[in-house]
Nanobody, 122 residues
Framework: QVTLVESGGGLVQAGGSQTLSCVAS????????MAWYRQAPGKQRELVAK???????NFADSVKGRFTISRDNAKHTTKLQMNSLKPEDTAVYFC????????????????WGQGTQVTVSP
């Protein structure tokens, strides 16, 4: 079973920067798209950023120009670089993989990490 583990969350002041990391483990051959979602108190979970195997990215309108996403296909990792942080960015951030191939020809879908808290103070 593939597992995703996030790290890098914490407290940061508005205007600051923070980087989140996600590592996927479990005899993985490949992962299609990797993404970051977030969920703030009282709000539904939303897509923040997504990146394909080829490196094609897309971002939520609220973070465009401030956040970047990257990945290392060989290491099965993804990072979310967050700049110019705002209090509205406060949320639990989750790593996601849509399709992982494991054990040569087996597939696992819709994989989630446990989440990491990001708190931006005014």
């Amino acid at each position: 079973q593939v597992t995703l583990v996030e790290s890098g969350g914490g407290l940061v002041q508005a205007g600051g920067s923070q980087t989140l990391s996600c590592v996927a483990s479990g005899n993985i051959l490949s992962i299609r798209a990797m993404a970051w979602y977030r969920q703030a108190p009282g709000k539904q979970r939303e897509l923040v950023a997504k990146i394909t195997t080829a490196g094609i990215t897309n971002f939520a309108d609220s973070v465009k120009g401030r956040f970047t996403i990257s990945r290392d296909n060989a290491k099965h990792t993804t990072k979310l670089q967050m700049n110019s942080l705002k209090p509205e960015d406060t949320a639990v951030y989750f790593c996601h993989a849509d399709h992982a191939v494991v054990n040569e020809d087996q597939s696992q879908y819709d994989l989630w990490g446990q989440g990491t808290q990001v708190t931006v103070s005014p």
